[in-house]
T-cell receptor, first 113, second 113 residues
């Protein structure tokens, strides 16, 4: 089955800097890669996603890149703000009717003012 | 309505109690999910319902019993739980079985005493 590795587990940046979180996946058939932000005590919220036929997707300060050959994808946050502080999870899902969303272990991002 | 609603938000139960968690969505999603999340860990899939039929049971102990009475409702019946079952229980739904459009509810914080 699919296995998703996520690094780093913690990341501390200064406000205004960029933050990058990286994930690798094992199943070459996986074709959908969402990123979730989870604030303390709250639900995971989808912040951006990418399908396997796209190499990069951007939404304001957030971007995701996908390298299918290397089986890795990354989240890029530019001009970080204190409200970006949260735990971020990457995930992957396979094709062929697979319903199983497999999560990475999470990255705790702290943005220091 | 673009939300998944879970009740109750908090639940404390004894090991001999029987209780139920409820999840409701009115987005027309045909796949619904139960996840368990322990502190500082990613969500772990428990059950998947597709078109009101159970399609995945991730070897969950029988003290957890899911039920999907109709396309908008998902219940999780709890009986004879253990203290280690204390966690955040998240319901989610998606339009189809490919993960896109996954929406999480705000969760039920369960404490077993």
């Amino acid at each position: 089955g699919e296995n998703v590795e996520q690094h780093p587990s913690t990341l501390s940046v200064q406000e205004g800097d960029s933050a990058v979180i990286k994930c690798t996946y094992s199943d070459s058939a996986s074709n959908y890669f969402p990123w979730y932000k989870q604030e303390l005590g709250k639900r995971p919220q989808l912040i951006i996603d990418i399908r396997s036929n796209v190499g990069e997707k951007k939404d304001q300060r957030i971007a995701v890149t996908l390298n299918k050959t290397a089986k890795h994808f990354s989240l890029h946050i530019t001009e970080t703000q204190p409200e970006d502080s949260a735990v971020y999870f990457c995930a992957a899902i396979g094709q062929g009717g697979s319903e199983k969303l497999v999560f990475g272990k999470g990255t705790k991002l702290t943005v220091n003012p | 309505d673009t939300e998944v609603t879970q009740t109750p938000k908090h639940l404390v139960m004894g090991m001999t109690n029987k209780k139920s968690l409820k999840c409701e969505q009115h987005m027309g999603h045909r796949a619904m999910y139960w996840y368990k999340q322990k502190a500082k860990k990613p969500p772990e899939l428990m059950f998947v319902y597709s078109y009101e039929k159970l399609s995945i049971n991730e070897s969950v102990p029988s003290r957890f019993s899911p039920e999907c009475p109709n396309s908008s409702l998902l219940n999780l019946h709890l009986h004879a739980l253990q203290p280690e079952d204390s966690a955040l229980y998240l319901c989610a739904s998606s339009p189809a079985l490919r993960g896109e459009g996954y929406t999480f509810g705000s969760g039920t914080r369960l404490t077993v005493v």
